[in-house]
């Protein structure tokens, strides 16, 4: 019997007479749901209507269980974009569309695909989560058609003979040579060279008649994932967290809503939408895709930016600590910068800030530390100096508003002055909502802060001052 098919014959639903039911709200949104609302009696017709070798399959028959964004859309299509918020179950959809592209009707029968790419950030992540996860392939095939992992092969071997290798996106030139009629690529917004990647996935799947690859992530604000989005040929669903709730913890829900709700990082990594630039920005994101860089020259100075917390708790403001390097030789207009580290962090003690800001220092070799003393004063230097009391400090001052400050540093970025070392996403997420009229995120752009604060030391007031040498003539 279809679960869609049940009808009431009664107006009172748990009376003896009532063969069937239909609930009066609209209809949930899985099969599995549907039957889970309905009274004991249709429960127990429905499981009763089933054959033994069904109820034994009904666990495996995703169909049954998955909600809408988990279904691979119909139609003609090259790239289905599964989108959605933390926990939304994006990877249990990638995992059992692999499955159904390679598992025929018997277990030895050849399915759709015989050769499967499995990109995700990197191979640990591959095999931990999109393989051996609780949501990975191998928690989703049933036992006779479970494939075999060959960890020093990097490969899962299913019983009808069909393959699925894995890849890390950050050593994409091991697609080169493979070839393949069916891709997975996971979170590919985390992706640190997503472009170069992608490209190398597209030019190995292509196999078969019709090659066909999923993409399951949480958005982010990223130059692929708009082109993606953009495209003919790509079917995308999306979805928030708490269209996953039956399968997530309650207590975990409400804390993510109380924090992060009605917030634009809410609505990127729990409602899974892809957010754009804020209107005005003084960072578009077209531009700091543009000013990413692999590698960071010898320094003629490294500093770090410090924007320190007055509080410490669970509600406090990050204390903003991102560390930048330049290259000061010649005149000023050949002066450049590298943002190598954003170490920010939401410290419980000043002192616990104190000791992140001279890591950071200790890391990367800074001479010198650039922090806003506004609201700490003196206070700062002396937890800095508790802590290390040799430390060199520059106390700043701030005099102007915020966008103010940003301003000048943006022009550094237009002129192509200043390059990222990849896998600073939280900073740049902070500068895309930097207006000319002001920040328009959530609370306060403690990263952009340390930021401008450490450009300014290092490029902006040095060239203020700088002059052309002269020959005075008598």
Known sequence: MSVRNLKRSSSNPESAGAETWISPQPAPRSDAEWIACAPRSVREKFLKSLSRNA???????????????????????????CMGGRGAGKTRAGAEWVRAQVEGARPGDPGRARRVALLGETYDQVREVMILGDSGLMACCPPDRRPRWEPTRRRLVWPNGAE?????????????G??????????????KKPQEAWDMLQFALRLGDDPRCVVTTTPRNQGLLKDLLARDTTVVTQAPTHAN????????L??????????????QELEGVLLDDAEGTLFPQALIDGCRVDQAPPFSRVVVGLDPAV???????????????????????????VVLEDASIRAASPSDWARAALAAMARHG????????????????????????????????????????????????????????RGLQPLEEQMAQMTAQGFKGPGSPDRLDALVWALHALILEPAARWRQPRVRVL
């Open 311 to 337: 509080t410490g708790n669970a509600g406090s403001d990050l204390c903003g600590i991102v560390v930048v390097g330049a290259v000061t030789e010649g005149p000023p207009s050949d002066w450049r910068a």
């Open 164 to 176: 699925a290798q894995a890849f890390s996106a950050q050593e994409f030139e091991a697609l080169r």
């Open 254 to 267: 409400a804390e993510v809503e109380a924090r992060y709700g009605g917030t634009r990082l809410g609505r």
């Open 178 to 191: 493979p070839q393949f009629d069916a891709a997975w690529a996971d979170e590919l917004g985390k992706w």
């Open 366 to 421: 800074a001479e010198r530390l650039v922090a806003e003393v506004n609201q700490g004063g003196d206070l700062v230097a002396e937890v800095l100096r508790q802590v290390d009391p040799l430390v060199a400090v520059t106390a700043v001052h701030a005099t102007r508003g915020k966008a103010a400050r940003a301003e000048p540093v943006a022009a550094l970025y237009e002129q192509g002055r200043v390059r990222h070392l």
């Open 245 to 252: 709730k039956a399968w997530l913890a309650a207590s975990f």
């Open 55 to 81: 109820l034994l399959g009904l666990p495996w028959l995703f169909d049954f269980w998955a909600l809408p964004h988990q279904r691979a859309p119909q139609g003609d299509w090259r790239s289905w974009l």
